[in-house]
């Protein structure tokens, strides 16, 4: 855990990483509020909030009785968010940092290349 951010925040995250890297998948149960809790060390209420959150953007629903489970469709709306998140918060700081260096598009492609073949 990061103590920076709020952990019901990183419990969420834990989360919808599993369920983008496939430890989740789709119909699956997640582990329980009390699961959480004992594992992290934490209170369950604190991360049933994280679970909340999930709820309420449509990742994670409510079997009564049975549990939370991944909804269908959650790895890829996840993905879908996720790639908004990385344009907003690396590619377009990147594009107007560039632009301040001079760095035209053909040589800002040339650089990432050269990293990604590294």
Known sequence: MDDSRPIFVQIAEQIENDII??????????PSTNEFGAFHRINPATA???VNLLVDEGILYKRRGI?????????DRLVAKRR???????????????????????ALLDMIRKETDA
């Open 21 to 30: 890297g496939g430890q989740l998948p789709e119909e699956t149960q997640v």
């Open 48 to 50: 049933g909030k994280g």
């Open 67 to 75: 549990g939370m489970f991944v909804a269908t469709g959650a790895r």
């Open 84 to 106: 908004d998140q990385f344009q907003t918060d690396f590619i377009r700081p990147l594009i107007t940092e560039a632009a301040k260096l001079g760095i035209g598009e053909a």
